[in-house]
């Protein structure tokens, strides 16, 4: 999924984000916007991951959608 269109439906993805990162709080999802950057910053943070393997995670993830 173009990455616009998961920023403009952020409010609606915001349970499946919850759902795949569970160490985001609700503030971290809430402050992202659906930024992927910020997503990408803040799962870095929260698990510890490289810059590369954060990127790999949220393309898995965003695959997922259909809208």
């Not at 985001?24 to 393997?53: F, N």
């Amino acid at each position: 999924m173009n990455w616009d269109r998961i920023e403009g439906n952020w409010k609606q993805l915001k349970g499946q984000v919850r759902q795949q990162w569970g160490k985001l709080t609700d503030d971290d999802i809430d402050r992202l916007h659906g930024k992927r950057e910020q997503l990408e910053g803040v799962l870095q943070e929260r698990y510890g991951l490289a810059k590369d393997e954060a990127n790999r995670q949220i393309d898995d993830w965003s695959r997922r959608f259909k809208m």
